[in-house]
């Protein structure tokens, strides 16, 4: 990490809060929830110029 990089001086790159949405803490099974593997799928809006810090 360069000098000046960590703005929020937490010893980490974190990314701005340009992400929306919702994910949700708790997620029921069945048809509108997760599937037989316990996945479950939501969506996050974010900012082009914040892509690099999703994956």
Do not use: Q, R
Not at 10 to 34: H, M
């Amino acid at each position: 990490m360069d000098a000046g990089e960590d703005g929020n001086n937490d010893e980490k790159l974190t990314p701005p809060s340009s992400a929306a949405g919702e994910v949700p803490s708790f997620v029921e099974t069945g048809a509108t929830g997760s599937d037989s593997s316990g996945t479950a799928n939501f969506n996050l809006v974010y900012l082009k110029s914040s892509a690099v810090w999703i994956e």
